[in-house]
């Protein structure tokens, strides 16, 4: 039977390394993504997820459970991430992925149905999200990435972030009237090189 | 009296993320059915968050390893410190009631093998009491588990070092330890690095203020004349 977060992490308290190995199982894909998507950089995101664990081993005994474990612990990455950039004195950077060799690109369909060109579309959009969330301010950026890819409720990010439901939904609103501004200029920009490419072609 | 709708557009949030209650939620639907500005406003907002499914994390390499399994260890390693040292102290008391046993039913003169010299040297230097000078022991102890603290983990040690590099390489106890030390330290730093930083603006304020002042004073001087 699958335990849950509180009973491995009572048992991780007690000194038990397995239910923490679990834990970590369990939470690691979200919390690096959690911190690449933040910070940018996978070297980076992955110091950042491994400091989280540790600092939630060393944090164990003093959790008493008043949250999630999971809001913990992204309480504790986001800390971490907040101090990195700021460490570094520097925004989020946006990786660019190696490689648009068609036959890489192959590889990441996300169906067997999925075209090349769909596929160049959605990285290229892919990329274009990154750059125009590394643009936001820091708060309606953290708060698009807990709703949107971690799924938290209103609540949840009102008490992780320490600030009012009402403030939640204003980052969140603003942030994504921001984003839709900066990807329709983009889309726009796009279609209108595809339009130059293939006069000049034709 | 609601006030419009189009002037908090952030309450269409919930809406559009189905987290709202109930009467909210009928008071936002009958404003979309009269208000084409808001439903395009709705209908942007849902796009953008299609356009986010699009931001994939790159596959990655699991970030931490797995702790070893426990060792096997023999029955007498798994006996806790305290219940070996009682029974240690156990021995000793056997032995030494051997050894009184022997001394009572031995001849007197081969009980006597040797004293100790009468005149045994102090290590209490003149001047300084015993309690002085265990004090002063702790101090270098503490001291000295300072600095050895500092020189186990160097300022540079990131988790990437300590890690076990390989994906099918397991944490010992020891590799844990260290990266816990260094996650301890790297805390410090970075504590002391915001402190040493608020410091640094709070002189630069009692500066700025002390110029403030003196200016002031000046100025008052000069308004007295």
């Known amino acids: 039977m699958t335990r849950t977060d509180e009973e491995l992490v009572a048992c991780a308290s007690a000194g038990d390394l397995e239910s923490f190995n679990q834990l970590v199982s369990r939470w690691e894909r979200p919390i690096y993504a959690l911190a690449y998507r933040t910070l940018g950089r996978e070297e980076d995101a992955r110091d950042v997820v491994q400091e989280a664990f540790l600092r939630a081993y060393r944090g164990l005994r003093g959790f008493k459970g008043q949250a999630k474990f999971s809001s913990w612990l992204y309480r504790i990455t986001l800390n971490l991430c907040r101090d990195w950039i700021r460490r570094e004195r520097r925004t989020p950077l946006v990786q660019v992925p190696e490689g648009t060799d068609p036959v890489d690109l192959a590889d990441e369909r996300v169906a067997p149905s999925e075209s090349v060109e769909d596929l160049v579309a959605r990285r290229e959009l892919s990329q274009a999200v990154a750059q125009a969330m590394a643009e936001l301010p820091e708060e309606q950026r953290t708060a698009i990435l807990l709703k949107e890819y971690h799924g938290l409720t209103f609540q949840e990010i009102a008490d992780m972030l320490d600030c009012p439901l009402s403030t939640v939904k204003t980052r969140l609103y603003q942030g994504l009237s921001v984003l839709r501004r900066r990807l329709e200029r983009r889309q726009a920009e796009a279609a209108s090189l595809r339009r130059a490419t293939w006069e000049s072609s034709s | ?225």
């Open chain 2, 1 to 225: 009296m609601m006030p419009a709708m189009c002037d908090e557009r952030e309450r269409l949030i919930g809406y559009v993320y189905d987290e709202c209650e109930p009467p909210e939620r009928r008071a936002i639907e009958s404003h979309l059915d009269e208000c084409a500005d808001c439903r395009a406003e709705i209908g942007a907002l849902r796009r953008v968050r299609q356009d986010l499914l699009a931001w994939d994390v790159p596959a990655h390499e699991p970030v931490w390893r797995p702790f070893a399994p426990a060792p096997i260890v023999p029955w007498y390693r798994q006996v806790p410190a305290w219940a070996m040292a009682a029974a240690a102290g156990v021995m000793f008391l056997i032995g030494a009631a051997g050894g009184v046993v022997t001394h009572a039913m031995l001849p007197q003169e081969r009980a006597v093998v040797a004293t100790a010299p009468a005149s045994t040297p102090t290590l209490v230097p003149i001047g300084v009491t015993p309690t002085q000078l265990s004090e002063a022991e702790q101090r270098m102890v503490q001291m000295m588990r300072a600095e050895l603290n500092k020189r186990d983990v160097p300022r540079t040690t990131s988790n990437a070092q300590l890690m076990p590099a390989s994906i099918g390489a397991t944490l010992t106890q020891d590799q844990f330890n260290n990266l816990l030390r260094a996650s301890e330290q790297r805390q410090w730093e970075m504590v002391a690095g915001v402190s040493n930083e608020y410091m640094k603006q709070i002189n630069s304020l009692r500066r700025e203020m002390s110029g403030i002042k003196e200016a002031v004073a000046l100025a008052q001087q000069g308004g007295g004349r």
